[in-house]
Nanobody
């Protein structure tokens, strides 16, 4: 059973930076894809960034140029570096692990970490 734990959220002023971490434990399979999502109160959960199994990276237009997704394989951890934060970045941020095992798709979600951008 895979478990994902996010950390690094908090309160930051507009223009500030935060780095979120998502640590994975349990059975981690090859060919995995990690992604970050976020959800603000009253809004749908939206995709933020993806780190592909081959190292490819994709970002939502709203965060492109400001956020960077990366991974540390030795620590089984994925990061989201967030710079030039805006109030509209305020949300609970979730990481997701997607894998194909025995030909079947599986998704695992973390519990989320709160990011608040306010002066």
């Amino acid at each position: 059973q895979v478990q994902l734990v996010e950390s690094g959220g908090g309160l930051v002023q507009p223009g500030g930076s935060l780095r979120l971490s998502c640590a994975a434990s349990g059975s981690i399979f090859s060919n995995s894809v990690m992604a970050w999502y976020r959800q603000a109160p009253g809004k749908q959960r939206e995709w933020v960034a993806t780190l592909g199994s081959g190292g490819g990276r994709d970002y939502a237009d709203s965060v492109k140029g400001r956020f960077t997704i990366s991974g540390d394989n030795a620590k089984n951890t994925v990061y989201l570096q967030m710079n030039s934060l805006k109030p509209e970045d305020t949300a609970v941020y979730y990481c997701k692990l997607s894998i194909i095992r025995l030909g079947r798709p599986y998704e695992y979600w973390g519990q989320g970490t709160q990011v608040a951008v306010s002066s």
